[in-house]
């Protein structure tokens, strides 16, 4: 009884786990819930839709990561190797893509992927989960990036980094494993849930501009089914709309979890998804500060 009681207080404290855990119960409920009155079509269509968009998720954390400490090396090899024309050039980009609002970056690349789409260049829908993945870690990685440029440099300031120098240590070595890897970790963790959030909003944002049509020969179902183009169907905002019944007729909020399951599970799920990242991120950085 004592260990219980003491793992609850330790989860209770950490208020990123404590969230976490929330979620897995919170996502678990749903989906019986959904098992139990959803049809089986719907249902499934459900369960592809959000394993998509997290599979999408998963990946573009992974891609932003390696463009982000690829990037952080590679202007420490052109620092030592070469003037500073490249490192000008590399800037240059990131500040551009920076300077760009991210759903108009994103929309730009949806157009592209809608292009090789109409011209069944890509057939192949995990071809198309891993575009949308590339492009949207390309759109948010600078986040990360300066993450990683930001440690480096408080790092140099001090004592510490010259240090080491004056020892021999190697500087790639200092930057990426006493930086980055002993002494970051926590930052960057902290950056990546975040990010996995913005990648998630963004993705939804974009379905449900093309849910209007970007093609005469491209439409919504030529892409793989995510929380946002499932939401942008026909059944999902007729299920939302719903919603606009309770207020005429306030007894039919009894009938929205069980007539209405499909558009109102998505929605719930993509806010309640990002709820919680904010929430698992907050804790993080809370932890780290302490």
Known sequence: MKTANLLLYKIDKQRDLKWFLFYLVGIQFLLLWNELFLNKPAFALLKEAFLNSFIIGALVLVFAFFLSWGTVNLRL??????????????????????????????LLGYIFITLIITKETVKNETTII????????????????????????????????????????????????????????????HKLVSLFGVALFLQCSIDFIISVGLSNDVSLSNFPATLGNLLAKMDSKQ???????????PLYIIKLPFEHLQGLST??????????VFKISDGIIKRIGK
């Open 130 to 189: 891993l575009l949308i993945s590339v492009l949207l870690s390309i759109v948010i990685f600078p986040e990360l990036y300066e993450t990683m440029i930001n440690r480096i440099k408080y790092f140099k300031k001090s004592d510490f980094y010259n240090s080491m120098l004056v020892c021999g240590i190697n500087e790639y070595r200092i930057m990426n494993y006493d930086i980055l890897y002993k002494n970051s970790v926590g930052f960057i963790i």
């Open 77 to 106: 090899y052109l620092t030592n190797k070469f003037n500073g024309i490249l490192l000008t050039i590399i800037d240059f980009i990131i500040d551009t893509i920076k300077s760009i609002p991210q759903i108009i970056s994103v």
């Open 267 to 276: 929605a719930f799920i993509i806010v309640f998804t990002l709820l919680c």
């Open 239 to 249: 299920d939302i709309l719903a919603i606009g019944k309770t207020i005429s007729n």
